[in-house]
């Protein structure tokens, strides 16, 4: 049986997009079996509904607070049994409901090369701080802002025209490219957490 994926999602979907053509071939070894975003009217909704997965959307502002928000996440991945959480652009931190649920299993795709330009403007960070080189980094999410051991990474060259957006573009054909084939390896060969170091066989 194929591994079971679930994809968190708040905007565009590129990434998502991606893990949806390459679970298109029974090879690869996974299936997007869900769909999730924290808002509506994002292309990524219907990207998934293209491809006939299932979607949910939970909203921050659909619950009391927070802590409730988190619990409610938490048990809508639930329902579609995911071997793997993978936030693919979702805008939003997990709580501690959601991490005491699928911490170890939950992974974070990120445009800069952790621990530099952590939080929502790698790359913009980057170019800032004149960096020559970039990147971006896949981790398992952790109760910190993109501190998770890390999984995998990719470099990407910054350059001397670059602005955030055609950074940031450059730093997503590397990441979708990154996020396929690490997520597949690690679902058809497993993966070892051992502290901070995480290693597919
Ligand atoms: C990706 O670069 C991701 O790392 C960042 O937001 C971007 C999402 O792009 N958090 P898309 O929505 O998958 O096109």
Request: charged share 25%; aromatic share 6%; hydrophobic share 45%.
């Amino acid at each position: 049986m194929p591994a079971r994926l679930v994809v968190l999602v708040s905007g565009t979907g590129s990434t998502l997009q991606a893990l949806l053509d390459a679970a298109a071939d029974p090879s690869y070894g996974a299936i997007v079996a869900a769909v999730g975003a924290d808002r509506e009217g994002i292309d990524g909704l219907p990207r998934a509904e293209r491809a006939g997965v299932p979607t949910f959307v939970c909203r921050l502002g659909d619950h009391v607070d927070r802590a409730a928000w988190d619990l409610a996440l938490a048990a809508e991945c639930a329902r579609f049994r995911p071997d793997l959480v993978v936030s693919a652009g979702f805008m939003k931190l997990a709580g501690p409901a959601f991490l005491h649920r699928f911490g170890g299993r939950f992974v974070n795709s990120h445009p800069a090369l952790l621990p530099s330009f952590p939080g929502v403007h790698g790359p913009r960070d980057a170019l800032a701080h004149g960096a020559k080189v970039s990147g971006c980094t896949l981790f398992l999410v952790d109760d910190g802002v993109d501190t998770g051991p890390i999984v995998a990474q990719r470099a990407v060259d910054v350059l001397d025209d670059d602005d955030e957006r055609t950074l940031h573009d450059r730093i997503k054909v590397a990441e979708r490219s990154m996020l396929v084939d690490v997520v597949g390896r690690m679902m058809r060969e497993g993966y070892r957490v051992n502290g901070r170091r995480v290693t597919i066989p």
